[in-house]
């Protein structure tokens, strides 16, 4: 069936950066977008940006443009999140989602970035 | 950006019982909304796209209806399964926004 998995947890210092993976299962990489959505302790999800996981065009929310990148590796049907100059306020779990006429389904199991001196 | 507004923040009811979650976005999105239903410790899962298709696998139960700038979410006959977080979302324009989410509790 359709999954993303995505890679494990990180801990990061302040000013470091992370890179998160989000490898997909059971349908056609190449065919659909892979959005990035976080959710920080007790707060509503927030969306981050997506890639056209076919021409890897991307789009990001203007609060992360200039610390985030999305890219793609069509070979291992994986997206990457990376997000630069972190900050205590990064500390989230970060969800990938497959984007499409349906909207976004399914979802990662999520990845929880701890950002922490 | 648009802002997503739901009513209530939290919900107390039984089991068997039909409730409605209120989404509201500050300027209208077309039908380009979405409902995802989320555990504690787990990740969102997505009920309803483009205001009222259920995604495969959704009871139907779980309905969606609106439009512009007013939606809604009804829920019927609920179950334990139920008790969770629902959020609502838009993706009419960038960067998509969701609301503050309602958590449905058990009375």
């Known amino acids: 069936q359709v999954q993303l998995v995505q890679s494990g947890a990180e801990v990061k210092k302040p000013g470091a950066s992370v890179k998160v993976s989000c490898q997909a299962f059971?349908?056609?990489?190449?065919?659909?977008?892979i959005h990035w959505v976080r959710q920080a302790p007790g707060q509503r999800l927030e969306w981050m940006g997506w890639?056209?996981?076919?021409?890897?065009?991307?789009k990001y929310s203007q609060k992360f443009q200039g610390r985030v990148n999305i890219t793609r590796d069509t070979s291992a049907s994986t997206a990457y999140m990376e997000l630069s100059s972190l900050r205590s306020e990064d500390t989230a779990v970060y969800y990938c989602?497959?984007?499409?006429?349906?909207?976004?389904?399914?979802w990662g199991q999520g990845t929880l970035v701890t950002v922490s001196s | 950006d648009i802002q997503m507004t739901q009513s209530p923040s939290s919900l107390s009811a039984s089991v068997g019982d039909r409730v409605t979650i209120t989404c509201r976005a500050s300027?209208?999105?077309?039908?380009?909304l979405a409902w995802f239903q989320q555990t504690p410790g787990k990740a969102p899962k997505s009920l309803i796209y483009?205001?009222?298709s259920l995604q495969s696998g959704v009871p139907s139960k779980f309905s969606g209806s609106g439009s512009g700038t007013d939606f809604t979410l009804t829920i019927s006959s609920l179950q334990p399964e139920d008790f969770a977080t629902y959020y609502c979302?838009?993706?009419?324009?960038?960067?998509?926004?969701f609301g503050q989410g309602t958590k449905l509790e058990i009375k």
């Open positions: 989602a497959r984007g499409g006429p349906r909207g976004l389904d399914p």
């Open positions: 059971g349908y056609t990489f190449t065919s659909h977008a």
């Open positions: 890639i056209n996981a076919g021409t890897g065009n991307t």
């Open positions: 483009a205001t009222s």
């Open positions: 979302q838009q993706y009419n324009s960038y960067p998509y926004t």
């Open positions: 300027q209208g999105i077309s039908n380009y």
